[in-house]
């Protein structure tokens, strides 16, 4: 076992240079393969592998990591839905992909734009920056946690978390999404790393799962499903929410568009998502043996702060030289995620607020402008990290912005009626009813209704203000928004029928091998669009019938999903 009083390592320092210097030569080495304001902001040019490790490393960070330890060291193993909320929406990522590559665009908001108009756009774009800025600053605050605890103090984690954002700001700025996307192969690879190297070391020290059943005691902290906070209904919800706003998120254009063709997309979106669920299990086992540990030497755990538990058990079990790659892989997961998510912000200001009120400047002009947004969307993170509380509050917060123009999304997809009005009639309606759960006076209403207690309408507990129960809160907003998109929509004007088929073709038509995208949400010249099969077109719905290949993988999708779930079940009960 490591000697917690003992620093850093003079050998994890240099494991932790090696890794951050060899990282920013191969982001700035990316840059000479930037020709065009497409290859900086999209390239669409990636195959498999890359794409599975880019959307991995995307959608994976060590601030994830601090949040399910967090929540599984107070909630018991309950607390990997904090990450696993995600499971269920994993197969609709087969159907997802495909229609954003189909899009041909460059930025989600271009495809707002196609759909409604430019001022939904701009709509998605302060939006989508604002939740970019937001999620910057939850994975700062997480990595920050992490490091401060894994080297007691010894490492300065405000300095920590400063260099390594310079550096991923250096080569996010020099190559682009392009940078971004190789880096991740190597920021993914440490990921994994970062994620199972502490589980055999605390494992050992308790004796396994026998030894946690034994030390814990409480039955209660060893269920998936626990009868407190995180029950199924709280689990149905939350991963409503995800699904609903996984389109609304920035960068999944990215994930699913930088690819060379649609399958590129498929694959590396859910089988990327599949690896981090993998993760998602280690990082909850490690904190529950944390937890029988910390039982064993008789500490109190209500000494221990819940965000530290992760980075404290890094600094108790690993040898010099591992900690320096412990230490190294945290920061790629912040990295490379933190890279690209600067990245989609900076292409949506330049792209859908910046270059349509000054076109026709060069492509270094507008490349300049999206560094310099990088530069703001980084420190608006930075000062987010600063405001809120902790990790849970600051993904709570997180998980509620992007459903808003998800649920926008969705409406325009599947829906010809949803009209202009009617798009922002839904996020506004989402947002307001959002902040009208978090106030006093809604609290104290729900609580005084006839079935608050049955319907558990406002979850209470010692030391916390009472507030609506997550679900209740998700079930509100959404449904707000989808009334107001709905009776909107029905009472204005529709959206003119050319502009709606230029929309609903380009979803229809796959990318043909090798195809080029001249312009964004554009077909290719003399392309055209193929007839497609409708499952249902009653009062305006726009539903076509799957695909073959869409069918054979959305079923493989749930049979992961099911494996995982009760691969998880066993390994727990063995």
């Known amino acids: 076992m490591n000697n917690p009083t003992s620093g850093l390592h003079p050998l994890d320092g240099l494991v932790l240079v090696v890794y951050l210097v060899g990282?920013?030569?191969?982001?700035?080495?990316?840059?000479?393969?930037?020709?065009?304001?497409?290859?900086?902001?999209?390239?669409?040019?990636?195959?498999?592998?890359?794409?599975?490790?880019?959307?991995?490393?995307?959608?994976?960070?060590?601030?994830?990591?601090?949040?399910?330890?967090?929540?599984t060291f107070s909630l018991g193993l309950s607390g990997i839905w904090y990450q696993w909320?995600?499971?269920?929406?994993?197969?609709?990522?087969?159907?997802?992909?495909?229609?954003?590559?189909?899009?041909?665009?460059?930025?989600?908001?271009?495809?707002?734009?196609?759909?409604?108009?430019?001022?939904?756009?701009?709509?998605?774009?302060?939006?989508?920056?604002?939740?970019?800025?937001?999620?910057?600053?939850?994975?700062?605050?997480?990595?920050?946690?992490?490091?401060?605890?894994?080297?007691?103090?010894?490492?300065?984690a405000d300095w920590a978390i400063a260099l390594s954002t310079g550096l991923f700001l250096l080569y996010g700025a020099a190559g682009g999404l392009g940078a971004a996307i190789v880096t991740d192969f190597v920021q993914g690879l440490l990921t994994i790393v970062f994620?199972?190297?502490?589980?055999?070391?605390?494992?050992?020290?308790?004796?396994?799962?026998?030894?946690?059943?034994?030390?814990?005691?409480?039955?209660?902290?060893?269920?998936l499903v626990a009868p407190g906070e995180i029950g199924p209904f709280f689990i149905v919800m939350m991963a409503v929410q995800v699904l609903v706003g996984i389109v609304g998120q920035p960068f999944i254009m990215g994930v699913c568009g930088?690819?060379?063709?649609?399958?590129?997309?498929?694959?590396?979106?859910?089988?990327?998502?599949?690896?981090?669920?993998?993760?998602?299990?280690?990082?909850?086992?490690?904190?529950?043996?944390?937890?029988?540990?910390?039982h064993n030497r008789g500490i109190n755990l209500a000494t221990i702060k819940p965000d530290n538990v992760y980075g404290d058990i890094a600094r108790q079990f690993l040898p010099p030289g591992l900690m320096g790659v412990f230490l190294a892989a945290l920061l790629a997961g912040m990295m490379s995620a933190c890279s690209s998510f600067m990245i989609s912000s900076a292409a949506l200001f330049t792209g859908n607020i910046y270059q349509p009120r000054w076109p026709g400047r060069s492509r270094g002009h507008y490349i300049g402008i999206g560094r310099w947004a990088m530069v703001v969307t980084v420190a608006c993170g930075v000062a987010f990290a600063y405001w809120v509380p902790d990790v849970i509050a600051a993904l709570k917060i997180w998980f509620r912005i992007a459903p808003m123009m998800g649920i926008v999304f969705w409406m325009g997809l599947l829906w010809r009626r949803m009209t202009v009005a009617g798009a922002w009639a839904a996020a506004l309606a989402g947002f307001a009813a959002w902040y009208a759960a978090t106030t006093r006076a809604f609290v104290d209403f729900a609580q005084r209704l006839p079935e608050a207690n049955t319907l558990r309408l406002v979850w209470t507990e010692p030391g916390r203000t009472p507030s609506?129960?997550?679900?209740?809160?998700?079930?509100?907003?959404?449904?707000?928004?989808?009334?107001?998109?709905?009776?909107?929509?029905?009472?204005?004007?529709?959206?003119?029928?050319?502009k709606l088929n230029r929309f609903y073709n380009l979803t229809r038509t796959p990318i043909a091998p090798g195809e080029q995208v001249e312009e964004p949400c554009t077909l290719?010249?003399?392309?055209?669009?193929?007839?497609?099969?409708?499952?249902?077109?009653?009062?305006?719905?726009?539903?076509?019938?799957p695909s073959q290949t869409s069918l054979v993988g959305f079923v493989a999708g749930w049979l992961g999903v099911a494996g995982l779930i009760y691969g998880f079940a066993w390994v727990v009960k063995w």
């Open 195 to 223: 994620s199972v190297m502490l589980l055999p070391y605390v494992m050992q020290a308790v004796g396994g799962m026998q030894g946690i059943r034994h030390s814990i005691g409480d039955p209660a902290l060893l269920d």
């Open 85 to 156: 909320l995600w499971l269920f929406a994993t197969p609709f990522y087969w159907l997802i992909a495909p229609v954003m590559r189909r899009l041909r665009a460059v930025t989600t908001a271009d495809a707002f734009q196609l759909r409604y108009d430019q001022s939904v756009a701009l709509l998605f774009a302060l939006v989508g920056m604002a939740n970019m800025a937001v999620k910057l600053g939850l994975m700062l605050k997480g990595s920050a946690a992490l490091v401060d605890s894994a080297t007691g103090g010894t490492v300065n």
């Open 468 to 498: 609506l129960y997550e679900p209740w809160t998700i079930t509100f907003y959404l449904a707000a928004a989808l009334l107001a998109g709905a009776i909107v929509s029905l009472l204005t004007r529709p959206v003119a029928e050319e």
């Open 23 to 71: 990282v920013t030569a191969l982001g700035i080495w990316m840059a000479r393969k930037v020709r065009s304001l497409t290859d900086y902001f999209m390239p669409r040019r990636f195959g498999k592998a890359m794409m599975i490790t880019y959307a991995f490393g995307t959608g994976t960070a060590s601030d994830q990591a601090v949040a399910v330890a967090s929540a």
């Open 258 to 294: 930088a690819g060379r063709t649609e399958m590129d997309g498929r694959v590396g979106f859910m089988a990327g998502n599949f690896v981090k669920r993998l993760c998602t299990v280690a990082w909850c086992l490690t904190a529950l043996a944390g937890v029988a540990w910390y």
């Open 524 to 545: 290719p010249r003399g392309v055209e669009p193929p007839r497609r099969r409708m499952l249902a077109t009653a009062l305006g719905l726009e539903i076509p019938l």
